[in-house]
């Protein structure tokens, strides 16, 4: 069976998608995967088909139309009989639902978030005709994903439709990679993901004035990087607030497995974000990094049910929570990181993901 996979990206960083891709491979489906050239075309390997349409649009907002009517042309000409396709998240629906409608193919759609309320769109006219795509395209799906459980939840008594399937954004089980007489100092306070808004760094890097030796590391880029770069050289906090910039997966897991604690402190600036599980939580576990993050429903889980870290209601309590944490040092968090690890993996996701598309590929639409 063929699946046409398609994510409005250039591919070089979707974890997510990487590792759909390789399950789906590894389980006896001929992937093609079809990215786009938005944000370059680093040079990549994959086990499997791989292209990105070529962009000729400067600004989202256009490159959005003509990914949708090329990306319509490319999966009507690759798909055919046996063939499912995948959809991931909403900027590539339409002419996924518009070509299995074509052709009866049978369409999984993958909602890595929920993709109107991000706080990119949130309070703006474009979220209306995102919702207004979502609500037309979504109570008609047959097979449907979701990258957390609260947002499971949340489509399935938005739109009355059957609960989809929650296949979490989890990395591979690894044993404890912690050398624990390898102690920091200073020690290392850990963002890893993009420079946006409602990430709270903009709160996150005043904290750092109140903590003590230690250093806040920012792995990651995005259109906030000047402002916050700005931030802390007019705090006076240069010699305290490293921006890492983006860097290689291998590269990122390698800063990752030094830090003392990983952040995840989302703003609540949308239901996206705050029904998410940020795939950096699962790494930050399975690096056996004890963390602190926000008290948002799925973010709290590995607080609440494995005691890995501290929550936060409010960001005044950043440097008590962080200090804390570092306090007590990464040993101290041993075995609940690495309980939470043997649950938040992979291993326990991939099974939902073939369920669903062993279901999708016997349809009979």
């Known amino acids: 069976m063929k699946v046409l996979v398609s994510v409005f990206n250039n591919l070089a960083t979707d974890q997510r998608v990487e590792k759909v891709c390789k399950t789906l491979s590894e389980n006896d489906y001929e992937v093609e995967l079809i990215g786009n050239s938005w944000g370059g075309l680093p040079e990549m390997q994959r086990n499997y088909p791989f292209s990105r349409i070529v962009l000729q649009s400067k600004t989202l907002r256009f490159a959005y139309i003509e990914f949708q009517w090329k990306l319509y042309k490319k999966l009507l000409s690759s798909a055919g009989k046996d063939t499912v396709l995948l959809s991931n998240d909403l900027d590539t629906l339409l002419p996924n639902y518009l070509i299995s409608k074509k052709l009866k193919t049978p369409l999984v759609f993958d909602s890595h978030e929920i993709f109107p309320e991000m706080p990119s769109v949130n309070g703006r006219f474009v979220q209306k005709i995102w919702y207004l795509l979502q609500n037309s395209i979504v109570p008609k799906l047959k097979f449907m994903m979701t990258a957390s459980e609260s ?20 990395p591979l089980k690894t044993g404890n990679p912690q050398d624990y007489s390898r102690l920091n100092f200073p020690k290392i306070i850990l963002y890893q993901g993009a420079i946006n808004p409602s990430r709270g760094l903009d709160k996150m890097i005043p904290a750092m004035l ?156």
């Not at 947002?151 to 989890?170: G, L, M, S």
């Not at 402002?227 to 240069?238: D, I, M, Q, V």
Request: proline share 5%.
């Open 151 to 170: 947002y499971a939840d949340w489509f399935k008594k938005t739109y009355n439709i059957e609960r989809p399937v929650a296949v979490q954004n989890f």
């Open 210 to 365: 109140h903590i003590e030796n230690a250093e806040l590391w920012i792995a990651g880029d995005g259109p906030r990087k000047a402002e916050y770069t700005s931030l802390t050289k007019n705090l006076g906090l240069t010699n305290k607030v490293k921006f890492l910039g983006k860097l290689s997966p291998e590269k990122l897991r390698e800063v990752t497995f030094r830090a003392d604690v990983g952040l995840s402190i989302e703003e609540n600036n949308g239901l996206s974000y705050f029904y998410s599980m940020p795939n950096k939580i699962a790494d930050y576990i399975q690096a056996r990094i004890p963390i602190v993050v926000s008290d948002f429903p799925e973010m709290k889980k590995a607080v609440d049910v494995f005691s890995a870290g501290e929550k936060i209601r409010d960001y005044s309590e950043l440097p008590d929570k962080i200090n804390a944490v570092l306090n007590n040092g990464k040993q101290f968090y041993e075995n609940a990181l690495n309980t939470a690890s043997e649950t938040m993996c992979w291993e326990k996701e991939a099974p939902k993901l073939i369920d669903l598309f062993k279901k999708a590929s016997s349809a009979n639409i």
